[in-house]
């Protein structure tokens, strides 16, 4: 029903920039809000930066001043600016989405892309 696709992933040197972007599509009736989990090798999921429909934004504490989350609820698209990268930002990014469908208007659910690997190192 909802697809959601990541992009922009890829190798970047310590301090370098990475910008990452996510789509969703299918039977889209509303998003409530988008974000960005990462996990890297050995390690659970973890919230890196969320976003609301009303632009309302929220950071893990270990990007906070070095990345930016964005949302354009007009495309169903979300993007993760990523500054002064460091190797242990090195991790598999998702993407996810609060979804309802026109199958059910009234229920939110979350979907997730496959990841787009990022890896910092020199």
């Known amino acids: 029903q909802v697809q959601l696709v990541e992009s922009g992933g890829g190798l970047v040197q310590p301090g370098g920039s990475l910008r990452l972007s996510c789509a969703a599509s299918?039977?889209?009736?509303?998003?409530?809000?988008m974000g960005w989990h990462r996990q890297a090798p050995g390690k659970q999921r973890e919230v890196v930066a969320s976003?609301?429909?009303?632009?309302?934004?929220n950071y893990a504490d270990s990007v906070k001043g070095r990345f930016t989350i964005s949302m354009d609820s007009a495309k169903n698209t979300v993007s993760l600016q990523m500054n002064s990268l460091k190797p242990e930002d090195t991790a598999v990014y998702y993407c996810n989405a609060d979804v309802a469908t026109w199958g059910n208007i009234n229920r939110y659910q979350t979907y997730w892309g496959q990841g787009t690997q990022v890896t910092v190192s020199s």
């Open positions: 299918g039977t889209i009736f509303r998003i409530n809000a």
């Open positions: 976003i609301t429909s009303r632009a309302s934004t």
